[in-house]
């Protein structure tokens, strides 16, 4: 086989895997809307409803317990592991740390991007054992930002990166200091930081493995701080394994929920990161 042919095999292969992907996400993101969209026309009230005092037997009330949920564990969340990921990212720049230090920092999160969310959960439910507490919101938000903190690092770590050179030769030739040098070049990075910030977000509302063992299952409306919460991934889990017809129906409302919304805040990150990018050295013009 000559390298001609070689690479129109290759070609093929490509657009194949890509196909297959796309037809998968298809597949899957289309039934959703289907059969969630179909329970949600026919009573769009069960997603601003609580539920109801036997709701997985009964299946009455709606799910909104779950929207709270996870408006409560995610939003703290991502305001942690956002201040702890922009500082992070900000301290492995050269201007602070030396290169070999932040190659082994990067190797360090690259392990933590690649360790399933359960094993977050795990460890934080170890912390709650040991300290004697129960499963909570609190330590929801914990799980939820150690999860969440890795995967924001690194998307602001490359923004950063990406900056123009000639940001910080400038700052630095008109006499800054380091923490101007870095704000500026925060400034020109921010639609990668945007973008990162909301990424991490989509992934903390999506995941179900890090709440599992951390928030509790509860089928009450959040109550307070140190007490269990579930959150729509939760809900969709639990609910899709009942007997309950009504009850299965409510797990593909949900899930056309969170499908929804994860689309959203990609769909936003991407017009954020364009509507920055104009405001930056090298980017767009409006």
Not at 36 to 41: C, Q, T
Not at 82 to 110: C, G, H, K, P, W
Request: net charge neutral; aromatic share 10%; glycine share 10%.
């Amino acid at each position: 086989m000559d390298r001609y042919a070689k690479q129109r095999a290759f070609g093929v292969l490509a657009r194949a895997a890509a196909g297959l992907v796309v037809f998968v996400m298809v597949v899957v993101i289309g039934v959703t809307i289907f059969r969630g969209g179909r329970v949600l026309l026919a009573d769009p009230s069960i997603v601003i409803s609580p539920p109801g005092s036997r709701y997985e037997l009964e299946g009455t009330g709606g799910f909104f317990h779950a929207v709270l949920g996870s408006a409560f564990i995610v939003g703290p969340a991502t305001v942690a592991s956002m201040v702890l990921a922009i500082s992070t990212a900000t301290y492995l720049q050269s201007d602070y740390s030396s290169e070999r230090f932040s190659d082994a920092v990067n190797m360090f999160l690259n392990v933590l991007w690649a360790t399933p969310p359960i094993v977050y959960g795990v460890f934080v439910l170890t912390i709650v054992i040991a300290v004697g507490a129960r499963t909570s919101l609190f330590f929801g938000i914990i799980a939820i930002a150690v999860f969440q903190y890795p995967i924001m690092t690194r998307y602001i770590d490359e923004a950063l990166r990406s900056a123009p050179d000639t940001v910080r030769e400038s700052t630095y030739g008109l006499g800054a200091t380091r923490f101007e040098t870095a704000t500026m070049t925060a400034r020109a990075a921010l639609p990668g930081i945007v973008a990162g910030i909301i990424m991490g977000f989509a992934r903390g509302i999506g995941d179900a493995a890090t709440v599992l063992f951390t928030a509790g299952r509860s089928t009450n409306m959040p109550s307070g701080l140190f007490e269990p919460a579930t959150t729509l991934p939760v809900l969709i889990f639990d609910n899709s394994m009942s007997f309950n017809e009504e009850v299965q129906a409510h797990a593909y409302a949900a899930s056309f929920v969170l499908i929804v919304v994860v689309l959203g805040l990609i769909v936003v990150s991407r017009l954020l990161a364009g509507r920055f990018a104009q405001y930056v050295p090298g980017g767009r013009h409006a």
